[in-house]
């Protein structure tokens, strides 16, 4: 098989992915935002295996890139010493961007501890010993999981930790930043279940111009008020999903993206009320920090 038809096979089965993301949950696709991060250390494999037992249908995370070139689980390119504990267990009062993730390898990374500090934003939150793992460990943990279990296949929505200011200072630049992301995710054969997803439009951009076999999802920030065609004309093209906070959301914005066939997956949904208001809007997806709650749906 050559490789033209083996690209468009992988592009119609994401296709079909894309189609069919709201149909998996039966109602909405409900995401486990950085995992559990409400229940358990964020970004953790341990907080990923929680979400998939509460029942999501897609599991959220961020990604950074070391300067050994791995790309790992991590919302913020350096250690937020808010989580975070250093090597050597002491408590330091440096900045936490002192500890850039982009000038340590992986090797240096895996020795923080990011599970056991009291996190007062989530009191919820289990408190273990675990480190930021590599993203391909993590997709082997959970299609290992799922298989042992039994259970559905699941979609991976994955966002590029990046920004023009920080280019080669936190990360690398957008070519080679997509070039590590992509590498991982056909490596593990997941291309057809993930969503690419990010606030900046160039990784976005460099992906659609490859024509990579993944859902791509704009974010939005609550400020930016922002149409569909806006949208559209900003990146150049059509995303397959925007992803906006919850809060800039009502009617008349479902109505604007829909009518543009865009999906709407919305960020981060915690009050049982608004997951109940963002479902009767018609969003195509909700984000929350505490996938336990979506429970509300089914009431």
């Given amino acids: 098989m050559s490789k033209a038809i083996k690209l468009l096979i992988t ?5 079909i992915f894309i189609q069919n993301l709201t149909a998996q949950s039966g109602i909405i696709d409900l995401q486990g935002h950085r995992g559990s991060r409400g229940l358990m250390p964020e970004n953790t494999i341990e907080a990923m295996l929680e979400a998939i037992k509460l029942g999501v249908t897609t599991l959220e995370m961020d990604v950074v890139i070391t300067k050994d070139k791995q790309v790992v689980l991590s919302h913020e390119p350096f250690m937020n010493l808010e989580i ?4 050597d267990g002491m408590s330091i009062s440096n900045h936490s961007k002192d500890f850039n993730i982009y000038q340590m390898s992986y090797d240096e990374v895996s020795k923080w501890d990011v599970g056991t500090k009291f996190n007062a934003k989530f009191p919820e939150q289990q408190k273990i010993k675990v480190h930021k793992p590599l993203l391909k460990d993590m997709i082997d943990a959970v299609e290992a999981y799922i298989k042992a279990n039994n259970l559905p296949q699941i979609a991976y929505n994955i966002e590029t930790k990046i920004s023009p200011d920080t280019d080669e200072l936190f990360h690398p630049g957008p070519v080679e930043f997509v070039d590590l992301l992509t590498k991982v995710i056909i490596d593990a054969e997941i ?3 993930t969503i690419i997803q990010s606030f900046d439009s160039r990784s976005l951009v460099e992906l659609h111009k490859r024509k990579a076999p993944f859902a791509l999802s704009f974010l939005i920030e609550a400020s930016q008020k922002i149409t ?3 949208v559209i004309a900003l990146l150049g093209f059509k995303p397959d999903i925007i992803s906006p906070a919850f809060s800039m959301v009502d009617a008349l914005f479902v109505q604007d993206f829909h009518q543009h066939q865009m999906k709407i997956i919305v960020w981060t949904v915690n009050q049982e009320a608004d997951i109940k208001k963002m479902a009767a809007l018609g969003v195509d ?13 089914k009431q």
Wanted: glycine share 4%; no cysteine; charged share 20%.
């Fill in 11 to 15: 592009s119609l089965i994401s296709m």
């Fill in 84 to 87: 975070a504990t250093p090597p």
């Fill in 191 to 193: 291309e057809n279940r």
């Fill in 228 to 230: 569909a065609s806006e």
């Fill in 285 to 297: 997806g909700i984000i929350s920090d505490y996938p336990n709650r979506f429970a509300v749906l």
